[in-house]
T-cell receptor, first 116, second 111 residues
Framework: NAGVTQTPKFRVLKTGQSMTLLCAQDMNHEYMYWYRQDPGMGLRLIHYSVGEGTTAKGEVPDGYNVSRLKKQNFLLGLESAAPSQTSVYFC???????????????FGPGTRLTVL | GQNIDQPTEMTATEGAIVQINCTYQTSGFNGLFWYQQHAGEAPTFLSYNVLDGLEEKGRFSSFLSRSKGYSYLLLKELQMKDSASYLCAVRESGGYNKLIFGAGTRLAVHP
């Protein structure tokens, strides 16, 4: 039972290169999220998905695309990386809301991306 | 607009008690979460409040006042391993369990 996993853990890109970050979960959660975390700014939502085949924009979606072809996987793509996308990226999952503490989001270990 | 404020840094002594405050102004409210994040690691869930009052869980307690837009996390009997960042997050009322995070409070516990 791995929970939420992310690959890769680290990556260095040159400006203009593309890459895909993979998030996988075995918790059977409906909702999945991609965040970026930058010093002094907290976690900011990039895109999210409320079910297989659905995606929606979050607070900072520009420069990113996502896909959720299978319930357990949520992919984050950078088509043309820029230095401003240097950050730590976290994937998170949660069940549908019930109003209890079990609605918490569960986070993957993160991907540290540097764009030169 | 959406705004969540927490102190940037705090220090405390091992064995002491520390209170980390969080104030929020959001367009909707459907619960408040506290997470702990050690350096280089993922955030992990600590506590959840949706009604006014105090929730206690071992050495950690969290308080909420919805009318004041205010919450605090209370850590008792501090240990060195409590040195971490503490994130306050408000769940929006629009559904899909979306959270708005504060920038976090970095707590340093010293002997």
């Amino acid at each position: 039972n791995a929970g939420v996993t992310q690959t890769p853990k680290f990556r260095v890109l040159k400006t203009g290169q593309s890459m895909t970050l993979l998030c996988a979960q075995d918790m059977n959660h409906e909702y999945m999220y991609w965040y970026r975390q930058d010093p002094g700014m907290g976690l900011r939502l990039i895109h999210y998905s409320v079910g297989e085949g659905t995606t929606a924009k979050g607070e900072v979606p520009d420069g990113y695309n996502v896909s959720r072809l299978k319930k357990q996987n949520f992919l984050l793509g950078l088509e043309s990386a820029a230095p401003s996308q240097t950050s730590v990226y976290f994937c998170a999952t949660s069940r549908r809301e019930t109003g209890s503490s079990t609605d918490t989001q569960y986070f993957g270990p993160g991907t540290r991306l540097t764009v030169l | 607009g959406q705004n969540i404020d927490q102190p940037t840094e705090m220090t405390a002594t091992e064995g002491a008690i520390v209170q980390i405050n969080c104030t929020y102004q959001t367009s909707g409210f459907n619960g408040l979460f506290w997470y702990q994040q050690h350096a280089g690691e993922a955030p992990t869930f600590l506590s959840y409040n949706v009604l006014d009052g105090l929730e206690e869980k071992g050495r950690f307690s969290s308080f909420l006042s919805r009318s004041k837009g205010y919450s605090y996390l209370l850590l008792k009997e501090l240990q060195m391993k409590d040195s971490a960042s503490y994130l306050c997050a408000v769940r929006e009322s629009g559904g899909y369990n979306k959270l708005i995070f504060g920038a976090g409070t970095r707590l340093a516990v010293h002997p």
